[in-house]
């Protein structure tokens, strides 16, 4: 559940901005405040069902935005690749800098 959780959090930041001000409401109060369906449902006068319906379908539009753009994906391997640099060039200060630089970049 953490693992899903994590993702769905990674694609509403890369893809918040595709979503409808409703969509990004019902998501951050769900994944990111931590808001039950109960909880939404009454703070916004919705059924739980709708409550629940509006978040399971936008979850799908981002699984498909990632399938279709891979910002996440890219994003998962750029970060490991700049890890393994990082572990390979403890010698290189130069180079330590640069890795920095690049991962506040994320």
Do not use: C, W
């Amino acid at each position: 559940m953490l693992e899903k959780t994590t993702r769905v959090n990674y694609l509403f930041d890369f893809y918040q901005s595709l979503l409808t001000p409703k969509q990004r409401n019902y998501m951050d109060m769900y994944y990111r405040e931590d808001y039950s369906l109960g909880e939404i449902s009454d703070l916004l006068q919705v059924s739980r069902q709708a409550v629940y319906d509006n978040i399971r379908r936008t979850e799908t539009m981002l699984e498909s935005y990632e399938k279709k753009l891979g910002l996440y994906d890219k994003f998962q391997k750029r970060a490991a690749i700049l890890d393994r640099m990082d572990n390979h060039a403890t010698d290189n200060s130069e180079m330590q800098a640069f890795i920095h630089q690049l991962k506040e970049l994320e």
